[in-house]
T-cell receptor, first 111, second 112 residues
């Protein structure tokens, strides 16, 4: 079983739609959680951290359910520029923050 | 600030050749890492460093060496290239206690 599992997609949505991605992780000792965004043939960039209380950054909302070992990302009012691959990332804080990456979920937003 | 820079952007090697992928950062970050990204797999950690003179192995270290003689530079050496090392390689850095990793633009390596 992969440590971090994501639906690879692609998710095809029209502009303005709301879309949600899910991610599960296997290590219950994971302590930090993130969503990264990766554009085609580019490097990953941090989109947002994920907290148990849930957090929002503009059109993006992230949720963490530790009991179910489940992370979600909701994007409201999708824009063409949101087209990218979204990587779910977890970390075990063992002195050095070793990040474990999911394979990513691809989002395509069309006009 | 240039951030994290990597050279070369593209490289083709023959099996058995050796080479060094360069990585440099100008943000005075303590931590630096090397990852590889392959289709259908997440980024996987090859080696990392928590400061000059200190390196450690990640998930997939075989066939690679690293050293960290300065805070700025963290080169990755392929000792004897194999087709299985065909991949995109990303270098990353972060301040010691940060949650945010800064990635370089990547090096696309093909081994024939």
């Amino acid at each position: 079983r992969k440590e971090v599992e994501q639906d690879p997609g692609p998710f095809n949505v029209p502009e303005g739609a709301t879309v949600a991605f899910n991610c599960t992780y296997s290590n219950s000792a994971s302590q930090s959680f993130f969503w990264y965004r990766q554009d085609c043939r580019k490097e990953p960039k941090l989109l947002m951290s994920v907290y148990s209380s849930g957090n929002e950054d503009g059109r993006f909302t992230a949720q963490l359910n530790r009991a179910s070992q489940y992370i979600s990302l909701l994007i409201r009012d999708s824009k063409l520029s949101d087209s990218a691959t979204y990587l779910c990332v977890v970390s075990l804080n063992t002195g050095f923050q070793k990040l474990v990456f999911g394979t990513g979920t691809r989002l395509l937003v069309s006009p | 600030n240039a951030g994290v820079t990597q050279t070369p952007k593209f490289q083709v090697l023959k099996t058995g050749q050796s080479m060094t992928l360069q990585c440099a950062q100008d943000m005075n970050h303590e931590y630096m890492s090397w990852y590889r990204q392959d289709p259908g797999m997440g980024l996987r950690l090859i080696h990392y460093s928590v400061g000059a003179g200190i390196t450690d192995q990640g998930e997939v270290p075989n066939g690679y060496n690293v050293s960290r003689s300065t805070t700025e530079d963290f080169p990755l050496r392929l000792l004897s290239a194999a087709p299985s090392q065909t991949s995109v390689y990303f270098c990353a850095s972060m301040p010691g206690a940060s949650v945010k990793q800064y990635f370089g633009p990547g090096t696309r390596l093909t081994v024939t």
